[in-house]
């Protein structure tokens, strides 16, 4: 395909105008392949993203529109922050906070579900010893893991996501009163003692804030990039800033901010509220030179879908909100190819 490519710069720059959240870099040659002389083109994506909005981007330009494409994703496996540890399943993402309650396992669960609609396996895995909150979200809070023949624990598949939690192994009191080399040894446990089936990702809920806890915990798992969640207010972007401060030290690719409750939409007359302030996750992510991922609003059906178990991603695929985290998936996975690629 490059010999084609090279030889055509019209094409060429149309696949790098396909620069949008799906793609950061546009489209690399290396992932066209065609058959010499005919007129399909198949592209395979290495990572999770979404292929109608590919498509349709595709359809815009007249110089690739000239061919039959076929588009599909094929995820890699990536580098991560500890070689030296096994990989035992797909690449690791991180939902981590300074502050505890600006949403961070909303959001982990919002992601999890995100990355699977778009096509993705997925696990999730509610590493916040402070408050598991993952099986209330998901509901099966009573859930007893098994353990199978290899002596593995077999995660719960809920919703089409493969979940394990510290919540199910050991009651919320016995946990937070945990120290830091138990709560790591325990995620570790975790980590390498699940049963996970063949995932393309597994996102993990880590506990709130930057102290040693949090240090040695990801210390002891082989990360392939971070999302740090803030909420626009200053007490929560300084400590937003420890968390960035904390995962350049530990040389884990920081995927971007993401500032959740941004704003409030008033649902009889449309006026939007930025209840926390405005600008903060932009100010943090221009000082320390990462990405905002997104902005999410402050959400009465967000909330509610996750007290009663149902999460809004399946119960309304279609709302705004769920139209907004697959978005922010597809972003997340780019950048987590191109940070550890290195392509930017
Ligand atoms: N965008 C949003 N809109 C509305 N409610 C939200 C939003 N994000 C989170 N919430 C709600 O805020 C509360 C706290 O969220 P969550 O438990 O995800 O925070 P957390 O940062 O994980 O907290 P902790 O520090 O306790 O682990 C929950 O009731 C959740 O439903």
């Known amino acids: 395909m490059s010999q084609f490519f090279d030889n055509n710069d019209a094409f060429s720059q149309a696949l790098q105008v396909l620069r949008s959240d799906y793609l950061p870099t546009g489209i690399d040659p290396d992932w066209l392949e065609q058959e010499p002389g005919s007129?399909?083109?198949?592209?395979?994506?290495?990572?999770?993203?979404?292929?109608?909005?590919?498509?349709?981007?595709?359809?815009?330009?007249?110089?690739?529109?000239?061919?039959?494409?076929?588009?599909?994703?094929?995820?890699?496996?990536?580098?991560?922050?500890?070689?030296?540890?096994?990989?035992?399943?797909g690449n690791v993402i991180v939902v981590s906070s300074g502050k505890g309650g600006v949403g961070k396992s909303s959001v982990s669960v919002s992601l999890a579900l995100g990355l699977q609609q778009l096509g993705a396996r997925v696990g999730l895995l509610d590493a916040d010893i402070?408050?598991?909150?993952?099986?209330?979200?998901?509901?099966?809070?009573?859930?007893?893991?098994?353990?199978?023949?290899?002596?593995?624990?077999?995660?719960?598949?809920?919703?089409g996501l493969q979940v394990n939690s510290l919540g199910y192994l050991v009651s919320d009191d016995d946990a937070t009163i945990w120290r830091g080399p138990m709560a790591s040894s325990a995620l570790q446990q975790l980590y390498n003692d699940t049963a996970w089936q063949n995932l393309d990702y597994l996102i993990v809920d880590m506990p709130?804030?930057?102290?040693?806890?949090?240090?040695?915990?990801?210390?002891?798992?082989?990360?392939?990039?971070?999302?740090?969640?803030?909420t626009p207010q200053n007490v929560a972007l300084r400590d937003a800033e420890k968390g960035i401060a904390m995962f350049n030290k530990l040389q884990i690719p920081l995927l971007g901010v993401l500032e959740n409750m941004s704003y409030h939409r008033c649902a009889s007359c449309g006026h939007q509220e930025a209840i926390f302030g405005e600008g903060g996750g932009q100010q943090i992510a221009e000082k320390h030179a990462v990405s905002l991922l997104a902005q999410w609003p402050l959400t009465t059906a967000l909330r509610e879908s996750l007290d009663h178990e149902k999460p809004l991603m399946i119960e309304q695929p279609d709302h705004e909100l769920s139209q907004l985290i697959r978005k922010t998936s597809a972003t997340i996975a780019a950048q987590l190819y191109h940070k550890t690629t290195k392509n930017v």
């Open 39 to 89: 007129s399909s083109i198949r592209l395979v994506i290495p990572f999770i993203t979404d292929v109608e909005a590919i498509k349709h981007e595709i359809a815009e330009q007249p110089e690739l529109a000239k061919y039959d494409w076929e588009v599909l994703c094929k995820v890699k496996k990536l580098s991560n922050s500890q070689p030296e540890l096994p990989m035992i399943t």
């Open 130 to 159: 402070y408050g598991p909150s993952i099986p209330t979200m998901l509901g099966r809070g009573d859930h007893t893991v098994e353990v199978n023949a290899s002596n593995k624990m077999e995660p719960l598949q809920r919703f």
């Open 208 to 230: 709130p804030g930057t102290g040693d806890i949090q240090l040695t915990m990801a210390q002891k798992l082989p990360i392939t990039g971070a999302v740090v969640v803030t």
